[in-house]
């Protein structure tokens, strides 16, 4: 497998002025990936709590104010090797994405260009050649995860 880079967290903004940062999470779990790349430097977690819309966490290499500012908008990664393994019925949202997406009689829909969560469950977003987007529930959706995926004719809008 290639060195693909899967977003754990993004920087939101600085917390305090001892360097810790204000994170928006897209893990449960971030204390157990110690070491994590914010572009090209390489972070050291020191520690992680809950916080305003996310979390709020110290890295070894970020001591002051100034320091986290400059990190503000910048996506926390970890190589896809890194992950730890899934058990059936589980995945990624980083392997869904660039997946074509047929119906499930084997139509072609488009290309997953996102995955998303307002709190309901997973959507899948599929781009069809023409550009048009539209959204699909995995949980009632989507009947494989493929590859291709396969999604219920009724969640296809014409």
Do not use: C, W
Not at 19 to 28: A, P, Q, V
């Amino acid at each position: 497998m290639t060195d693909t880079r899967v977003t754990l967290a993004a920087v939101v903004g600085a917390h305090g002025i001892q360097g810790e940062l204000r994170l928006k999470l897209f893990t449960d779990d971030l204390a157990q990936y110690p070491r994590l790349q914010a572009g090209e430097a390489t972070l050291t977690l020191k520690s992680v709590r809950p916080g305003p819309n996310g979390a709020v966490a110290r890295f070894a290499e970020v001591t002051d104010r100034t320091a986290a500012e400059a990190l503000r908008g910048t996506p926390l990664t970890v190589s896809r090797d890194a992950l730890p393994p899934l058990a059936d019925g589980e995945y990624y949202h980083a392997d869904l994405l660039d997946q074509d997406a047929v119906s499930t009689d084997g139509t072609a829909l488009g290309r997953i260009v996102a995955v998303e969560n307002y709190g309901a469950g997973d959507l899948i977003e599929i781009e069809r050649p023409d550009g048009k987007r539209f959204l699909v529930p995995v949980a009632a959706g989507v009947d494989d995860l493929g590859p291709p995926i396969r999604v219920h004719a009724e969640f296809v809008d014409a």
